[in-house]
């Protein structure tokens, strides 16, 4: 099972792509946690990506299609992945179709999830994360059970983006309208596109992804 979560910054892809990861038993492949990751260890690619994402923008297509090339190689993509924050743009969408191809391999769906511009700034604003496990919280609507404690690790640092501040935001929501969003019509037209209410509660919108792919496992394709 080979699967896109579409949507913009805060839609909850990084929440869902968690849970299916773990219910599916494959990768969770994030480019932006990647990216953070090549950051913090000061790496030519971190060195190249820091500012680019501070401020909002994209890191070139060639950088990302390099590091989804090298990923979905490894031998834990072998049943498939779950990738979340890839494609953004057309170019990394041709991209990865190439790659596929090569791989004979197929996109089992593409799950777009919608969710209100007002809704987004909020979700971004009160995200922060388990400095420990990296699981995801948010300061009204995902609090850990006890406050302060990690639910899954029990860790007690967390972390927030320095990219998940209100004047940054905008920004990436900005480039989400320009670079990413015509990808919805892209997978529309291949025939690989579900559309998820992404306002939902969280339990919810695992179930609606999880009938999306129901549907691929029984042979019965995307509507
Ligand atoms: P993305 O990976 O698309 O940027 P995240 O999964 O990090 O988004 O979610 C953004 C924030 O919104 C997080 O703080 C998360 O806890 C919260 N969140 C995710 N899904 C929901 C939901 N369905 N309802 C309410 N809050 C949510
Ligand atoms: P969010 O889901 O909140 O938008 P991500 O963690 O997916 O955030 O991405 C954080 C930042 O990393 C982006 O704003 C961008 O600078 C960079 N990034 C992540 N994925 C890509 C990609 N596929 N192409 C270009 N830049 C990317
Ligand atoms: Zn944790």
Do not use: W
Request: aromatic share 4%; with cysteine.
């Amino acid at each position: 099972m080979n699967l896109i979560l579409l949507g913009p910054p805060g839609a909850g892809k990084g929440t869902q792509a968690k849970l299916l990861s773990e219910a599916h038993r494959i990768p969770q492949l994030s480019t932006g946690d990647m990216l953070r990751a090549a950051v913090k260890a000061g790496s030519a690619i971190g060195k190249q990506a820091k500012a680019v994402m501070e401020s909002g923008g994209l890191v070139s297509d060639e950088i990302v299609i390099g590091i989804i090339a090298d990923r979905v190689s490894q031998a834990d993509c072998i049943n498939g992945f779950i990738l979340d924050g890839f494609p953004r743009t057309l170019g990394q969408a041709a991209a990865l179709d190439k790659l596929l191809g090569t791989k004979k391999k197929d996109l089992s769906a593409v799950v777009a999830m919608s969710v209100q511009d007002e809704e987004l700034v909020k979700r971004i604003a009160g995200r922060y994360t388990c400095a420990t496990c990296g699981s995801g919280y948010h300061d009204d609507m995902q609090k850990p059970r006890k406050a302060g404690v990690c639910d899954k690790c029990a860790g007690t640092t967390f972390t927030r983006r320095p990219d998940d501040n209100a004047e940054t935001v905008r920004a990436r929501l900005m480039v989400y309208y320009r670079e990413t969003a015509p990808l919805i019509g892209y997978y529309f037209a291949k025939g690989k596109l579900s559309t998820v209410d992404g306002m939902a509660p969280i339990g919810d919108v695992t179930k609606a992804i999880e009938a999306i792919l129901a549907r691929f496992s029984t042979g019965i394709k995307a509507k």
